[in-house]
């Protein structure tokens, strides 16, 4: 909404407090794991923490592979690479972030094995006690499509052979052999609890199985998709997303709120998506992308997605923004251009291509509309989406982006005949108080056709009459039971006491009335 308060110097964040930069400072690296034996074409997904001297947090470093091991995505999926004719091949992945590096030694083994489950023949070696068995086994990295089993190396076992599978036995998925103390078993299904043992071998004598354990893969992050007018989960399961919006990273860390004690305050409200906000002037900070890869990587330790939306009030087909009052022209932080937008698509969606953490990209924060009609107005605003999508799919094809209406992103009406001609499409929605026309009417009837979001909305009874938010309890319940009623994912503004309509009264998170509305719909 229009009621937020910026101060800039020279069109940059003015930084109130000098304090707070050092605390933000990585002292240290952290990387798990930090060894690994895998066979080619394994997957391992590897972690890195950040250490401040008041904090920690997961983030998303710079990652380089040495002695041509493997490669690594920008989220930390490692795959092994092929070997050829050697028998083996060691390496390091070496994570870098914020002037600070880490290392974990890969070890690629060119003789994976699979072996099928079977009754025991005469022929089997027999089990001989002389050869203990493996002991502390445990999981040291769960993503949600594979597991890294790992246990205490045997003395003279020349290999180990993991059993595992859905059964309370760990057998109907079959054996794979290692000849290290771990394994990376992949192609596993989300959410899901495996049984595992392991025994170990040479070639004269194997031991007994392990103790039975029980591993349950992630449901985090998970990819999402379109299925006609509905968001699905890798389980094919309808998700609606209850949320929150919180305050531009930028504004955050110039208040010293960029932190910890923040997001673990937010995640008591049980969120499963929370809605970033990027004003145009926040984007051009030199700062940016540390401090946004900060705040995912927040996010990423209560395991919430999150919406990328560029913050801007206008009509972008004409370069248009809403004046800030108290600010020039020049330091308005809602001031754009059509290139500043392909600028701020291209570097998001080059960089955070497939990053599951991001469920959504919100293309514009509020369009309003142009000087002729708003059927017009839509058909104009629709052909420059059109080209922005283009713009992030030609680097993150699969992503799934929001697409605003008219009238402060309200009014999607016009979107029934005249509809994104793009896939994987939602429709977003700002259905304030003040809002004349129908929710039937603006929104309600497109989503028997596509997923609909209200991306941006709340209320403020002690707000001055006029106001686009002032609304009462019985505005909040309305609200929430149509958009439950229709299916509909929200999020809810603002996780802050000074964005209205705030949730929050103060920076002990105590809720306001609003917040108290919805924060028992989140839960």
């Not at 390496?91 to 060119?110: D, F, H, K, M, P």
């Not at 330790?301 to 248009?320: M, R, V």
């Not at 009406?413 to 977003?428: D, E, L, M, Q």
């Amino acid at each position: 909404m229009k009621n937020i308060i910026i101060l800039f110097l020279l069109g940059a964040v003015f930084i109130l407090s000098g304090c707070g930069s050092n605390d933000g400072n990585v002292r240290y690296l952290s990387i798990t794991p930090q060894n690994a034996s895998l066979h080619p074409s394994d997957t391992m997904v590897f972690s890195t923490t950040a250490f401040t001297s008041s904090d920690r947090r997961v983030v998303r470093p710079t990652w380089n592979v040495t002695n041509q091991i493997g490669t690594i995505s920008a989220n930390g999926a490692f795959i092994a690479g092929s070997l050829g004719t050697l028998a083996s091949k060691e390496g390091q992945l070496i994570a870098s972030y914020e002037n600070q590096t880490i290392a974990a030694t890969i070890r690629v083994i060119n003789n994976e094995v699979v072996l099928p489950t079977s009754p025991a023949t005469p022929e089997e070696p027999a089990v001989d006690p002389s050869l203990s068995t493996p002991q502390n086994i445990s999981s040291s990295n769960l993503s949600i499509h594979s597991l890294s089993i790992t246990w205490n190396t045997v003395n003279n076992a020349q290999s180990y052979l993991v059993s595992f599978g859905t059964d309370s036995q760990g057998e109907n998925l079959g054996t794979r052999s290692s000849t290290a103390n771990t394994l990376v078993i992949t192609g596993l299904t989300i959410s899901t609890s495996y049984y595992v043992k392991v025994k170990a071998m040479n070639s004269n004598e194997e031991s007994s199985y392990s103790d039975i354990i029980s591993f349950q893969t992630s449901d985090y992050p998970q990819k999402f998709t379109v299925n006609g007018n509905r968001i699905m989960d890798e389980s094919t399961q309808e998700v609606i997303f209850r949320g929150i919006c919180i305050k531009d990273p930028v504004v955050l860390n110039a208040e010293n709120h960029l932190n910890s004690e923040y997001f673990d305050a937010l995640a008591t409200w049980n969120p499963k998506l929370v809605r970033i906000p990027i004003h145009p002037a926040s984007f051009k900070d030199p700062n940016f992308f540390v401090l946004l890869d900060r705040t995912l990587g927040y996010l990423e330790s209560h395991k919430i997605y999150a919406i990328l939306d560029f913050h801007s009030i206008g009509f972008p087909p004409n370069e248009t923004y809403e004046p800030v009052t108290g600010l020039s022209d020049t330091d308005n932080y809602y001031r754009y251009t059509l290139n500043d937008l392909r600028a701020f698509w291209t570097q998001i969606s080059e960089r955070y291509s497939n990053d599951n953490r991001i469920a959504f990209y919100e293309l514009f924060n509020e369009p309003t509309a142009g000087s002729g009609s708003l059927a017009q107005s839509w058909e104009q605003w629709r052909l420059v989406a059109e080209g922005l999508i283009d713009t992030i799919r030609a680097n993150d094809p699969d992503s799934l982006i929001i697409v605003g209406g008219l009238d402060y992103s309200y009014d999607l009406s016009y979107a029934n005949s005249n509809p994104i001609n793009k896939t994987s499409i939602v429709y977003g929605t700002h259905p304030y108080p003040n809002k004349a026309l129908s929710y039937d009417l603006a929104f309600g009837n497109l989503k028997s056709r596509y997923p609909v979001m209200a991306t941006e909305f709340g209320f403020d009874p002690n707000a001055p009459i006029g106001n686009p938010y002032r609304g009462e309890t019985t505005y909040g319940n309305n609200i929430i039971s149509y958009l439950e009623g229709k299916k509909i994912s929200w999020q809810v503004w603002n996780f802050s006491p000074d964005w209205g309509p705030a949730l929050i009264s103060d920076w002990t998170f105590a809720p306001t009335v609003s917040g108290s509305l919805f924060k028992n719909y989140i839960h």
